[in-house]
């Protein structure tokens, strides 16, 4: 049972699953909660991964069906994109 | 159902957990309602500084500098680590013109007893290696702190919690009126009545919203920000940065330097912010946004204007990755300070609010100010530049 409690969840933060179900017992019941709550799902994939765990669960600890658990905010950019993208003038700095 | 309690605070952002922490700890019982959930507000999409630097003196930085004080030792106080680190902060000045004004803030800061200095160009690299040629010098506070902000709410909470204090989220007050008794009755979204001596208007930008079920009229508006969140990085520089040109702006408009894309930078209210969280992003701010009203959403054109900033600056930059662009709403005030004391005329009534892009840095004062107050060890008349006044918004 140990073992199973330090399992990670989110793995960009390295936040374990005894986190997460802490969280939900000192009442976080959304994804958008629990990522404030504990950093899951602020990392690198930006939930991508542990938000369909996290919403699972949910689902068990609080009988809260999965269809009903709204996902996560989403915002952009989508995946991790280099700042150089953005600020084409920003490339040649002596110019800009 | 119905609820008692001494004071009722409503909005549960780290000013509202400050204040029932605080008003809890003076043996007060307190309820703390939100309409939406742990961090869903400004105290989870802002940054994370005690920046004293960018304070005009007066009632504001002497605050701030107490606020600073209380954070150093909050976390014995509440029992976990609240993220703080004293990394101390920067202001980058380009030219001859910006020295000047920045030259007589600092010494008016020095006035008034903060640590800060000018410094120059070598120190400034030696500081900052990767920071852009162009900068002549810089200001240099080593007293400049930060805390992260959810760490700093859930330890008012447990700590409030193990004093009685109840939070609740996802509940919202409805109506407002006083009873034969002279004490406040809040209906609340979950169909419950909350009776109270007391009730403490703490909702941060939506505050007028909420000022609106006790008829009157609250002088805060959002003022929106979009900040860019990077992957985790070791350090690049030594202390946090900002740049004087959006400080200069605000203190000498007249020298205001015409940029190429000088629309676009008024109407985003662009300034440079640069910060490295405890836990390894950098946060790139910011904007200033007027028009915005509550649309919480992020443009490209904020997300392109803030890029390109910082690659200006920071040429290093251009090769870290971007992975969150947010938005957030500083609950702006006409005057720039926050409003906190009883609201004339209305017994009973209290708004702790307005802190504008200061929330973090000040809760802890704001909090224990409030319940100096409560307990009568202050009296308001300290506090004039602080206490509710009519503004035309």
Redesign the interface.
Known sequence: MENEQNRLICRC?EITLEEIIQAIDN????L??IK??T?AG???C?SRVCSRLIARIIAEKTGKPLDEIVPVTA???SR????????P???N?KN? | MKRYCDSLVIGGGIIGLSCGYYLSREGFKVQVIDSMEFGSGSSGACDDMILLQSKKPGVVLELAMESLEMYRFLHMELGCDLGFKQMGGMILIENQEELAVMEEFVSSQRSCGLNVDIVDREELRRRQPHVSDRFISSTYSPDDSQVDPFLVMKGFINAGQRLGMEVRYREAAVTAEKNGAGRWQVLTSTGCIVEAENVVISAGAWSNIVGGLFDISIPIFPRRGQLLITEKIPPIGETNLWSASYMVTKLRPDLAKVRENQSEYNELGLGFSFTRTAHGNYLIGSTREEQAGFKKLVDYRALEALSRQVAHIIPLMRHVHIIRHIAGFRPATPDGKMILGPWPGKEGLYVASGHEGDGIAMAPITGKLLSDIFTGRKSITNMKELIPRCMVV
């Open positions: 933060e009442g976080c019941t959304s958008n909660e404030r709550y950093r602020m990392g690198l930006q915002r952009p950019p991790p994109v280099r700042i150089d993208i953005f600020s003038r920003g490339c700095v800009s």
